[in-house]
C-alpha cells in the first residue's frame, strides 16, 4: 500500500493523477475506476453520485459519474474511451460509500475500453503516482487526507 | 497613473492588462448608473455588513473606479471582490453611488476573463452554480452537512441525518425536497438551459469550471433529448 500525507494509495492499482482516478484492470479486459482516497478528501462528505447507464458511450477525459457534496459538484472523468459496460448502484443509493470505501466498495462504474493498451500508457504505477501526488497536494494546500469513520483501505 | 496606495499588490502585472480590464467595467452599459462621485462619507461603510467582519469596503471601490486608479482595480479585482455579499446596502449612498454594483460588473468581469482568482474564489461554490443554472434554485437542503456547517454543532447533524423528514413537515408539497428548495418543473428547467445557452452564460461557466460546464451540458442535454428537443435547434435560433 502506497502512503503520500495519510493518503492510500493501494499498489495494485493504476492512477490518472490530475484527474484523481484508480483504475483496476479486471479479468475479460474490462475496467474499473473509482475516485482515490485524495479526491474523497477533496470532495468532503459526498451525498450523490450518478453513474451514466450503462451502455453510453464515453470519450477518454470526459465524465462518467457526477459526484456531489455539500456545495462542491463534479465529474468523475474517464482515463479510457470506450462502453460503460456496469456501473455500481450502490454508490447511487449510498454515496457516502466513495469516502467510507473509495477502492473497494466504491468502485463508480466498470468500462469496455476501446484501446485498452494506448489509453493505459497516460497512466501511473503506485510509486509514480506517489511522487506526483507529493506535489499534488503541495499545489491544493492538503495537508492530509481525512478519514470518516469506518473508513476501509 | 499613479496608485492610490502605493503598496498595491500584483506591480509585476502589465499596466495594460490591468487597463484593459479596467476598460471593460467602465464600458459596461450600467456603469454610468452606478457611480456619480464620492463625499468619502463612509455611509456606505457603515451600512455594509462584509466591512464589519473583512478588510473590505465598498467605499474604496467608489473612490478608486472614480480616480482611475488601475493599479488599485487590479487588486481589488482579483482580491477583496469576492468579500462582498452583495445585498446592497451600500445604495444607502447620499450620491446615489451604488459600490455594489460596481462589484457585480467586476465580478462578471473577472469571470468572463477567467481570472485565477475567480475560478479560486468560485470553486468550492460549483454545486451552488451547478443548482441555479440546472434548476433555478440555488440553495439545497441538502447542503447542510456536518463538515460544511462545523459552527451548527450537532443541530446539523440531527437536521442531515433527518432532513426528508424535516422537509415533509413544511406546510407546501412543493417544499418536501432534499435536492432542490422547491420543486421545479422539467419545462422550467429547459427553459432556463435555453436561456444560459442563447445568451453566453454557459460559455462564461466554460471558461471558469471546465468541469462544472461539462456536467451541465450533459445534464441538461440529456433532458432535452428525453423530452424530443434537439439541441442542433438552438443552434439554429442562436444563428437567425
Redesign the interface.
Given at each position: 500500500m502506497g502512503l503520500v500525507r495519510n493518503c492510500l494509495l493501494p499498489s495494485d492499482l493504476l492512477y490518472d493523477v490530475p484527474t484523481n482516478i484508480w483504475v483496476r484492470e479486471l479479468e475479460g479486459g474490462t475496467v474499473e475506476i473509482g475516485m482515490t482516497d485524495i479526491a474523497q478528501t477533496l470532495a468532503?462528505?459526498i451525498?450523490?453520485c450518478r453513474p451514466k447507464k450503462v451502455g453510453k458511450k464515453v470519450k477518454k477525459g470526459?465524465?462518467v459519474a457526477?459526484v456531489?457534496?455539500?456545495?462542491?459538484?463534479?465529474?468523475v472523468?474517464s482515463p479510457f474511451s470506450g462502453k460503460i459496460a456496469e456501473r455500481n448502484d450502490a454508490v447511487t443509493e449510498d454515496a457516502a460509500i466513495l469516502n467510507r470505501s473509495p477502492y473497494r466498495e466504491g468502485w463508480i462504474v466498470r468500462i469496455a475500453p476501446d484501446d485498452l493498451g494506448g489509453d493505459r500508457k497516460g497512466l501511473v504505477g503506485v510509486e509514480e503516482a506517489i511522487t506526483l501526488y507529493e506535489d499534488y497536494m503541495q499545489e491544493k494546500d492538503l495537508a492530509s487526507c481525512i478519514h470518516c469513520a469506518g473508513f476501509e483501505e | 497613473m499613479l496608485s492610490l496606495y502605493t503598496d498595491a499588490k500584483y506591480q509585476d502585472v502589465m499596466v495594460e492588462e490591468k487597463q484593459a480590464l479596467f476598460d471593460q467595467v467602465t464600458q459596461d452599459m450600467r456603469y454610468p448608473d452606478v457611480l456619480y462621485g464620492c463625499y468619502e462619507c463612509g455611509i456606505c461603510v457603515a451600512a455594509c455588513p462584509s466591512a464589519r467582519f473583512y478588510d473590505f469596503s465598498p467605499r474604496v471601490f467608489a473612490q478608486v473606479m472614480a480616480r482611475e486608479d488601475v493599479h488599485t482595480f487590479y487588486e481589488l479585482l482579483n482580491d477583496s471582490v469576492w468579500d462582498c455579499s452583495q445585498c446592497f446596502s451600500c445604495t444607502c449612498c447620499p450620491r446615489q453611488n451604488n459600490p455594489g454594483a460596481i462589484i457585480t460588473i467586476m465580478r462578471e468581469v473577472a469571470v468572463n476573463n477567467g481570472l485565477a482568482s475567480a475560478k479560486e474564489a468560485l470553486q468550492a461554490y460549483s454545486r451552488i452554480i451547478f443548482k441555479v443554472m440546472s434548476t433555478g434554485t440555488q440553495v439545497s437542503p441538502d447542503m447542510l452537512q456536518p463538515d460544511f456547517f462545523p459552527d451548527w454543532g450537532q443541530d446539523v447533524r440531527d437536521v442531515a441525518e433527518n432532513l426528508d423528514v424535516w422537509r415533509r413537515a413544511i406546510p407546501p408539497e412543493t417544499m418536501h425536497t432534499v435536492e432542490l428548495a422547491w420543486d421545479v418543473s422539467e419545462k422550467t428547467r429547459l427553459e432556463l438551459y435555453m436561456i444560459w445557452k442563447l445568451t453566453g452564460n454557459l460559455e462564461m461557466i466554460e471558461n471558469i469550471d471546465e468541469g462544472l460546464f461539462m456536467i451541465l451540458e450533459e445534464v441538461m442535454e440529456e433532458l432535452l433529448e428525453e423530452h424530443g428537443y434537439d439541441i442542433d435547434d438552438f443552434d439554429n435560433i442562436l444563428e437567425d
Open positions: 468532503g462528505s451525498i450523490h470526459k465524465s457526477t456531489e457534496s455539500g456545495k462542491w459538484v463534479g465529474p472523468r | -
